[in-house]
């Protein structure tokens, strides 16, 4: 083993953001992987134990890169403070003030690239559209569009046993332990981010269209929350300013792709797009 995992507590500007933290331990980190879980989630969700490989923390230190999963606003530590949780732009506010903290006390090695699932993709395309991308590698969102498959009385309750499709789809796409592992990271979900979920479809071309970072977009083979045909797909890249956009799906899985037996694929290609962002970022400075 070249990793370790550790708990972590930052600054989010007053507001404690508890998360895990793992560091490839001999050399410096390529850069740092900021990942951000969904609604009734936290930070758990990245670091699978089902099976061997299944963990984010892992595969990425193990690529050299420092993985830094966080419980976004309103979940973890600061939960008791924030028990309606925060609007879009407040959590945005609150996690730069908290990376802030980290990249003072941490090496962040070539800068970060943020990772968000489902909600904490619309806080990490948040991030990346409310300014400062000089240090913003990129962006990996999965289980997030721009047109929602449902509606808004099934955005209410995301834990009803009737959505227990919409968040897994077929249980072959997880292994043995996964719903057992998920009870320890099931938590409820706040309700402002539940009014901001219902929100999303007008929210989003704004934030899009303010993005210039590199965006990849990972929609599961089951993915039941979301419109994803070739169509939606073609009007959802058009929407965002950056020059590089991809969109994918990922074959065997279902909405919580980083707890299926389709999460090792999902996450290493992720970092394989973190690579990418690393590359342009090392040329575009070397034109300088």
């Known amino acids: 083993m070249n990793e370790s995992t550790d708990e972590i507590t930052l600054d989010g500007a007053g507001v404690p953001l508890s998360g895990l933290l793992a560091e490839p331990t001999h050399t410096e980190p390529r850069g740092v992987v900021v990942a ?56 945005a506010a609150t996690l730069r003030a908290g990376l802030k903290d980290f990249t003072d006390r941490y090496s962040s090695g070539a800068g970060l690239f943020l990772l968000g ?28 569009g721009h047109q929602y498959a449902v509606s808004p009385d099934e955005i209410s309750d995301l834990h009803a046993r009737s959505r227990w499709w919409l968040n897994w789809g077929k249980l072959r796409f997880y292994p043995p332990g996964a ?9 409820p979900v706040p309700s402002r981010e539940i009014d901001v979920a219902k929100r999303w479809p007008d929210i989003f071309p704004a934030v899009a269209a303010r993005i210039r970072v590199p965006v990849r977009l990972t929609f599961a ?11 939606s797909t073609t009007t959802l890249e058009d929407l965002f300013r950056s020059t590089t956009v991809k969109v994918e799906r990922q074959p065997n899985a279902g909405h919580n792709i980083s707890l299926g037996w389709a999460a090792r694929s999902y996450h290493l290609r992720a970092l394989s797009f973190a690579e990418e962002c690393l590359v342009r970022r090392t040329v575009a400075f070397a034109r300088k």
């Open 221 to 231: 083979e089951q993915e039941k929350w979301w419109v994803h045909g070739d169509e």
């Open 36 to 91: 951000l879980h969904g609604a009734g989630m936290r930070a758990g969700y990245f670091h699978g134990r089902s099976y061997p490989g299944q963990s984010l923390l892992e595969t990425g230190t193990r690529l050299g890169w420092t993985v830094l999963a966080l419980d976004r606003p309103g979940y973890g530590s600061s939960a008791h403070r924030l028990p309606r949780g925060q609007e879009l732009d407040e959590q």
């Open 117 to 144: 699932h489902s909600f904490g993709g619309k806080l990490v395309l948040t991030v990346a559209g409310n300014g400062g991308e000089q240090e913003l590698l990129g962006v990996d969102v999965s289980g997030c």
């Open 179 to 187: 719903f057992r592992h998920s009870e320890s990271i099931v938590t």
